[in-house]
């Protein structure tokens, strides 16, 4: 206990201020040492392994993923682990995260109740539970002891969620950076009514329904709505061309909105990193960033957004298994940055490989 109790205090010193690399190192180092020798044999991955750039959001029954499982960590490592992410993300995406990990119990919770109330038969039941969907089904890897002077990084990932953060320096890229949720709007439990992602649907919808006539015609693309976001991890495709309509031709509250939606995304990260890449994204000119639109301007009916900027791209599907607009899939990727791309450039020009 006052290993654990020492823990949480340099934790509590390092995620009072503001974030800096020094601190995320800090803090999963903090967690690295928590570990016994085999948890961080299987935690500590090769930075050079091809397993770091690949990515996946289906539950963990159906792909296997690097590192060790929440579930089986001691409870003095989930505790620096969460105290991890909480120097990664804001409140406002630490609790995005966590309660797109809750919604796997929840599920299980509702599949069970439809089961004996046979709403849906054994065989179906059956086949959910192979999903592994559980609030301890996310695995946590970490690529390369983290440093301030070697590249390193993060991936925690499970059902619905894909974080991948690669660290340089100060250099730090959080992307592809993957949120869904498999009930848009809670059917069943006593939590019904409870909404995942809310505002990523409905900065959306009122950003769509602000047009005028010409700006609807515009921006929405006559095409069936995806099934899955476009650059989803079982696609190699990436988005070059520019369509829908671009923000130059918005009115100052059109912007402001859009500016809304996209904060929805960065805004999940820390204070200090959010207003770095928003930064970036403002200096590259939000007049050059285009939004596009498939489908229903509604909620509850399948949909699709893109908003396309000179250094990134947000994409939001929501389709559901009933077509019915319930199942959300959304990511925000940097364009040369996924993966640390563009400032691993720098550490290749140093040390030739």
Not at 282 to 301: D, H, L, M, P
Request: hydrophobic share 35%.
């Amino acid at each position: 206990m006052r290993k654990l109790f020492t823990i949480i205090l340099a934790l509590q010193f390092i995620c009072s201020f503001s974030q800096t690399t020094k601190e995320l190192v800090t803090a999963s180092n903090l967690f690295l040492e928590t570990l016994n020798e085999q948890e961080n044999k299987e935690i500590l991955q090769k930075f050079s392994d091809s397993l770091r750039t690949e990515w996946t959001n289906l539950p963990s029954g159906m792909v296997k993923r690097p590192g060790k499982k929440l579930g089986d960590l001691s409870n003095v490592s989930k505790t620096t682990l969460h105290e991890l992410l909480l120097t990664i993300f804001s409140s406002q995406g630490y609790l995005k995260v966590t309660s797109i990990m809750q919604l796997d119990d929840i599920l299980n919770i509702g599949a069970k109740a439809a089961f004996e109330e046979e709403f849906i038969k054994e065989k179906l039941f059956l086949q959910t539970k192979k999903l592994g969907w559980n609030y301890n089904n996310f695995f946590i890897s970490i690529w390369n002891q983290p440093s301030l002077t070697k590249p390193w990084g993060i991936k925690f990932e499970g059902h619905h969620l894909s974080i991948n953060i690669t660290v340089f320096g100060e250099h730090v890229s959080f992307t592809p950076m993957f949120i869904g949720a498999g009930s848009e709007v809670l059917p069943f439990t006593k939590h019904i009514g409870l909404r995942y992602l809310s505002k990523e649907e409905d900065y959306g919808i009122k950003l769509i329904n602000s047009f005028n006539e010409e700006q609807k015609k515009q921006a929405t693309l006559n095409e069936e709505v995806p099934k899955d976001i476009i650059t989803n991890p079982d696609s190699d495709k990436r988005i070059t061309d520019y369509n829908g309509i671009k923000a130059e031709h918005f009115t100052n509250e059109q912007k402001q909105l859009l500016m809304l939606l996209i904060k929805e995304y960065v805004n999940n990260l820390e204070n200090d990193k959010a207003q770095e890449n928003l930064d970036k994204i403002k200096t590259s000119g939000v007049e050059n960033i285009y939004f596009a639109w498939i489908g229903s301007y509604q909620s509850k009916a399948p949909h699709y957004y893109i908003i396309n900027g000179p250094d990134f791209i947000i994409e939001y599907d929501n389709v559901g298994f009933r077509n019915n607009g319930d199942h959300i899939h959304a990511i925000w990727r940097e364009k040369i940055n996924d993966f640390g791309e563009d400032i691993l450039k720098t550490h290749h020009l140093i040390h030739k490989h």
